[in-house]
T-cell receptor
Framework: DSGVTQTPKHLITATGQRVTLRCSPRSGDLSVYWYQQSLDQGLQFLIQYYNGEERAKGNILERFSAQQFPDLHSELNLSSLELGDSALYFC???????????FGSGTQLSVL | GDSVTQMEGPVTLSEEAFLTINCTYTATGYPSLFWYVQYPGEGLQLLLKATKADDKGSNKGFEATYRKETTSFHLEKGSVQVSDSAVYFCALRKNSNTGKLIFGQGTTLQVKP
């Protein structure tokens, strides 16, 4: 158990809809990262937050947004969903130096 | 841009065979290098890392040496077990101010008894 909790584990929705993925980091970790894993793109870095502030941004679509709340949990919002957004979305957390990332078990999103 | 290239899988081995999974990277400067492992239905776990040239990372019988001259970080294990069956990801971290990792495509390892 990595200590990182992601909910829900599975999400099935339709095109055009909006969903929210939730992540609770390990106790004491200030950084949260979001990754998208798909068969064709592999593991793609989306965004990182550190103590509530955006720290780094990757290949995140404009339809996607994230935030980190004062209690350090994070949410990834995906809107106007398309079939191609179907993927496994991972959250990870780390301490301030980012030497080691701890990954959650992921949220499997299926857009039908 | 920065990138990581891994050998394509799946790699299928018999128990106690020798394992090599090739990984090469493209990056300027001196990135840190990592191997992560993903067991079925789970998130990724750090397997080993190396932060500078000629460093050797090791864990659970796995080893990898940071070779700057060949920009490589190949994963090796002398004798694999069925329990090593998983997906292995090579990754680099460019910026020490962020833990952002750039991953390779992943290599699936299947070990048969």
């Amino acid at each position: 158990d990595s200590g990182v909790t992601q909910t829900p584990k599975h999400l099935i929705t339709a095109t055009g809809q909006r969903v929210t993925l939730r992540c609770s980091p390990r106790s004491g970790d200030l950084s949260v990262y979001w990754y998208q894993q798909s068969l064709d793109q592999g593991l793609q870095f989306l965004i990182q937050y550190y103590n509530g502030e955006e720290r780094a941004k990757g290949n995140i679509l404009e339809r996607f947004s994230a935030q980190q709340f004062p209690d350090l949990h994070s949410e990834l919002n995906l809107s106007s969903l398309e079939l191609g957004d179907s993927a496994l979305y991972f959250c990870a957390s780390s301490g301030h130096n980012g030497e080691k990332l701890f990954f959650g078990s992921g949220t499997q999103l299926s857009v039908l | 841009g920065d990138s990581v290239t891994q050998m394509e899988g799946p790699v299928t081995l018999s128990e106690e065979a020798f394992l090599t999974i090739n990984c090469t990277y493209t990056a300027t400067g001196y990135p840190s290098l990592f191997w992560y492992v993903q067991y079925p239905g789970e998130g990724l776990q750090l397997l080993l890392k190396a932060t500078k040239a000629d460093d050797k990372g090791s864990n659970k019988g796995f080893e990898a040496t940071y070779r700057k001259e060949t920009t490589s970080f190949h994963l090796e294990k002398g004798s694999v077990q069925v329990s090593d069956s998983a997906v292995y990801f090579c990754a680099l971290r460019k910026n020490s101010n962020t833990g952002k990792l750039i991953f390779g495509q992943g290599t699936t390892l299947q070990v048969k008894p």
